[in-house]
């Protein structure tokens, strides 16, 4: 797909993850317009090149500003990042899922071609399946993960139904530079200080964990998808690798050359032990695969 001068709108494009695909949007020639209401991202990740609304992608005024942007292809990014405040409050996920469902509702009104959602490996809960392939199960357990799938399955509806074209990604644990929320983050703020961070449980749990420089290209390799109709277009992003969490803690400590022991606390119910992800289908497809390792990757964002 030519990207240059395309209309193109991102939610939660001062986020983490939504900045890196906004910066690279820009670099090659989008027009971008971006939907944020900042309660996690900030005003000083948004590119000066992008129309910036602040707003909630729950309120009324999304199909009016996106008939005035006329966009092509809308990424959906905006959502809770945050499982255990899920399981703490099961009201707060569906302020997300009703949010991404009156933007699906707005670009089926203006004849939007494409929407890109993210969505989380996290769906497949405590899977004995690893590295975990697509048509794994769901299992939903917590308000996180049902969110999650009942947006793809929106997204799914809205696609039969409204011939949408869509690709909806199932995220590993992203890391990268921007990054404020999650355990790595904490670890690096807490070594850093000379402080200890906390770890939930033992530190045997794993994540899979992939660096966002790869996970933007994802993105952006997905404009050029079709679908053969062959498969559903719902694809693993992550490298297939386990780390559990104290392996993390003393690479972090070790890259920053500190001494540091974390504190251990009770886990928090809802957690997924294991995780590792399968993305045969999306080099298949796609073409993608990670390029960045967990070290190099560690490296960039503790050297800066």
Same mark, same amino acid.
């Given at each position: 797909?030519?990207?240059?001068?395309?209309?193109?709108?991102?939610?939660?494009?001062?986020?983490?993850?939504?900045?890196?695909?906004?910066?690279?949007?820009?670099?090659?020639?989008?027009?971008?317009?971006?939907?944020?209401?900042?309660?996690?991202?900030?005003?000083?990740?948004?590119?000066?090149?992008?129309?910036?609304?602040?707003?909630?992608?729950?309120?009324?005024?999304?199909?009016?500003?996106?008939?005035?942007?006329?966009?092509?292809?809308?990424?959906?990014?905006?959502?809770?990042?945050?499982?255990?405040?899920?399981?703490?409050?099961?009201?707060?996920?569906?302020?997300?899922?009703?949010?991404?469902?009156?933007?699906?509702?707005?670009?089926?009104?203006?004849?939007?071609?494409?929407?890109?959602?993210?969505?989380?490996?996290?769906?497949?809960?405590?899977?004995?399946?690893?590295?975990?392939?697509?048509?794994?199960?769901?299992?939903?357990?917590?308000?996180?993960?049902?969110?999650?799938?009942?947006?793809?399955?929106?997204?799914?509806? !809205?696609?039969?139904?409204?011939?949408?074209?869509?690709?909806?990604?199932?995220?590993?644990?992203?890391?990268?530079?921007?990054?404020?929320?999650?355990?790595?983050?904490?670890?690096?703020?807490?070594?850093?200080?000379?402080?200890?961070?906390?770890?939930?449980?033992?530190?045997?749990?794993?994540?899979?964990?992939?660096?966002?420089?790869?996970?933007?290209?994802?993105?952006?390799?997905?404009?050029?998808?079709?679908?053969?109709?062959?498969?559903?277009?719902?694809?693993?992003?992550?490298?297939?690798?386990?780390?559990?969490?104290?392996?993390?803690?003393?690479?972090?400590?070790?890259?920053?050359?500190?001494?540091?022991?974390?504190?251990?606390?009770?886990?928090?119910?809802?957690?997924?032990?294991? !995780?590792?992800?399968?993305?045969?289908?999306?080099?298949?497809?796609?073409?993608?695969?990670?390029?960045?390792?967990?070290?190099?990757?560690?490296?960039?964002?503790?050297?800066?």
């Amino acid at each position: 797909m030519k990207i240059k001068n395309k209309n193109i709108l991102v939610t939660g494009g001062a986020g983490f993850i939504g900045s890196h695909l906004v910066d690279k949007l820009i670099e090659l020639g989008a027009n971008v317009t971006v939907l944020d209401n900042l309660s996690t991202g900030l005003k000083k990740n948004l590119n000066s090149k992008a129309i910036f609304y602040k707003i909630d992608i729950n309120s009324p005024r999304v199909e009016e500003i996106i008939k005035k942007e006329k966009p092509e292809i809308i990424y959906l990014l905006a959502c809770n990042t945050i499982v255990p405040k899920s399981v703490e409050d099961p009201l707060f996920d569906i302020k997300s899922l009703v949010g991404n469902l009156n933007i699906m509702v707005a670009a089926k009104n203006n004849n939007v071609k494409k929407i890109i959602a993210i969505s989380s490996g996290f769906v497949y809960g405590n899977t004995k399946k690893l590295p975990t392939p697509e048509n794994t199960e769901i299992i939903p357990d917590n308000p996180y993960i049902i969110n999650k799938s009942s947006t793809e399955k929106y997204l799914e509806f !809205f696609g039969k139904t409204y011939n949408i074209d869509y690709v909806i990604f199932r995220y590993a644990t992203v890391y990268g530079p921007r990054q404020i929320g999650g355990a790595m983050a904490d670890y690096i703020r807490c070594i850093r200080d000379n402080k200890s961070a906390f770890i939930y449980g033992d530190g045997n749990k794993t994540r899979d964990y992939v660096y966002v420089g790869d996970v933007t290209r994802a993105n952006i390799m997905a404009l050029d998808y079709k679908n053969d109709k062959t498969h559903t277009p719902i694809f693993n992003i992550g490298t297939g690798v386990e780390t559990t969490l104290n392996n993390l803690y003393s690479k972090i400590s070790n890259i920053l050359n500190k001494k540091s022991t974390p504190t251990y606390l009770k886990d928090r119910n809802g957690e997924m032990m294991r !995780f590792k992800l399968s993305t045969v289908k999306a080099k298949k497809y796609l073409g993608w695969e990670a390029k960045i390792k967990l070290n190099e990757g560690l490296n960039i964002i503790l050297n800066k």
